[in-house]
């Protein structure tokens, strides 16, 4: 699935175009090689600080916020990663119903798999569910095109199959991306979706701290980032997610915000 002709990211056509121009200068006057060689280096360390930067727009577009619209109407988006797993999404889908929140699940294509039923509860109570990979593989980001391609299409599937609808967005693990992500994705039909904000919940043990660091300076349109999957534990051996997501919630409602999905960037646009 595709929509339209892809057009590579204004940082990876500089790239390109700079190894040409480079090639060519070398070839015709090899004695510049060291500034040749400089002007590279530079070029890969730009290149290795955007693939780094889950937020950055240098390697293709980039949902981090909500549209303006949404932002106006006093939403904030909440996002979960890692599940679906047994023992944590199952709460954290009646929390959130307890108080009428609505989120993105970015679910790990194989935990959907092993897990349909939750898959399918949460789509049935208008949660969506977005793809992040088919096995969260380490060192996603330094994978080729094609290991990317099969860890989105199984996860696409495994998706799909589990609660009904084919997911629109996806994140990478650790939201680390390569110069050929976007290209896969545009393949895929899929938009990467990141964060404005993250608790920090998979390795902090201190609930408050979590649901401060996602409150202090919070406003409509932020994208947040918990973990319902692999999440840390506090002392009491609880995850740290619900007792944080209650805190959230609360100080939400007291700001007259509301959580809401990510829209796909067709529908953010109409919105
Ligand atoms: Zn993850």
Redesign the pocket.
């Known amino acids: 699935m595709t929509s339209g002709r892809w057009r590579p990211p204004a940082l990876v056509a500089g790239s390109l175009a700079l190894h040409g121009a480079a090639a060519v200068a070398l070839a015709a006057a090899p004695q510049q090689w060291p500034w040749l060689l400089g002007l590279a280096l530079a070029d890969h360390a730009a290149m290795a600080q955007a693939c780094l930067r889950p937020r950055s727009r240098l390697l293709g577009p980039n949902l981090t916020r909500l549209p303006a619209a949404a932002a106006a109407r006093g939403e904030v988006a909440l996002t979960f ?2 599940g679906p797993d047994p023992e944590v999404t199952p709460r954290v889908l009646d929390l959130l119903a307890a108080r009428g929140a609505r989120a993105s699940f ?1 679910c ?1 294509g194989r935990r959907a798999a092993a897990h349909p039923e939750i898959a399918a509860a949460a789509a049935a109570a208008g949660h969506r569910l977005e793809n ?2 088919h096995t ?1 593989p380490g060192h996603f980001a330094l994978r080729g095109p094609r290991v990317m391609e099969r860890e989105i299409a199984g996860a696409q599937e495994a998706i799909t199959h589990a609660c009904g609808r084919a997911p629109r967005l996806f ?1 990478p ?2 939201g680390f991306r390569a110069p050929w992500t976007d290209l896969v994705l545009h393949r895929s039909g899929l938009a990467l979706a990141t964060w404005t904000r993250r608790g920090f919940d ?1 390795v902090a043990r201190d609930p408050r701290r979590v649901a401060d660091r996602l409150l202090r300076g919070l406003a409509a349109g932020d994208v947040l980032l918990l ?1 319902d ?2 999440g840390a534990r506090d002392r009491g051996g609880r995850p740290v997610v619900l007792e944080a997501l209650p805190r959230l919630l609360d100080a939400l409602a007291a700001r007259g915000l509301r959580a809401v999905p990510l829209p796909a960037p067709d529908e953010a646009a109409a919105a």
């Open positions: 990663d890692d970015f790990v992040h990979t969260h994140r693990p650790a998979a973990h999957g692999g």
